[in-house]
């Protein structure tokens, strides 16, 4: 079975613009969550998507983003780009009712 | 609020010398508690997970983590290091308002050496 597959591996962008990460979980999976990894805060909840609803939000700007697709896919888009908001992205996916979260190998993002 | 809490930023080991890895967690309910590990440039892994059916709990590689709950701590440990285990390792507990939102300790980096 495949895992969570995370698209792109890498990015580079400056600061104002806007990106959009991909995230296909695992099959059979509809719940999918995204975390923000920094040396600073260290992993932070960003929200969680199930059958193409947010469930759980964290605490984070409006400028972050996100939904799911019908095929449980998610993207997570942040726009309006700061320097700090350079991090890995990690993606996790699980079954509903079962609290184990599979994880990508993350998006890693830089802005300059 | 759920938390946890890692006591140790950096732990060094021998190889073949045991692991203990210290993790102390804050909740009101009876709480979902993990251990993940990081590889360099890699996801998360999960290594085990406490389900409240034993308070000694088995992962993988070797792992295990003993649930204290009159210490409120999840401790990791491994009684034999391999070069392959040096990673960051995570403690972790499960918001039981946000079922999937996990919240995460700051993180242990090990160094194994030869």
């Known amino acids: 079975k495949a895992g969570v597959t995370q698209t792109p591996r890498y990015l580079i962008k400056t600061r104002g613009q806007q990106v959009t990460l991909s995230c296909s979980p695992i099959s059979g999976h509809r719940s999918v969550s995204w975390y923000q990894q920094t040396p600073g805060q260290g992993l932070q909840f960003l929200f969680e998507?199930?059958?193409?609803?947010?469930?759980n939000k964290g605490n984070f700007p409006g400028r972050f983003s996100g939904r799911q697709f019908s095929n449980s896919r998610s993207e997570m888009n942040v726009s309006t780009l700061e320097l700090g908001d350079s991090a890995l992205y990690l993606c996790?996916?699980?079954?509903?009712?079962?609290?184990?979260?599979?994880f990508g190998a993350g998006t890693r993002l830089s802005v300059l | 609020a759920q938390s946890v809490t890692q006591l140790d930023s950096h732990v060094s080991v021998s190889e073949g010398t045991p692991v203990l890895l210290r993790c102390n967690y804050s909740?009101?309910?009876?709480?979902?508690l993990f251990w993940y590990v990081q590889h360099p440039n890699k996801g998360l892994q999960l290594l085990l997970k406490y389900t409240s059916a034993a308070t000694l709990v088995k992962g993988i590689n070797g792992f295990e983590a003993e649930f204290k709950k009159s210490e409120t701590s999840f401790h990791l440990t491994k009684p034999s290091a391999h070069m392959s285990d040096a990673a960051e390792y995570f403690c972790v507990v499960s918001d039981p308002e946000g079922f999937q939102k996990l919240v995460f300790g700051t993180g242990t980096r090990l160094l194994v050496s030869p």
């Open positions: 996790a996916s699980s079954l509903d009712g079962e609290n184990i979260q599979y």
């Open positions: 909740s009101s309910y009876s709480p979902s």
């Open positions: 998507y199930f059958s193409e609803t947010q469930r």
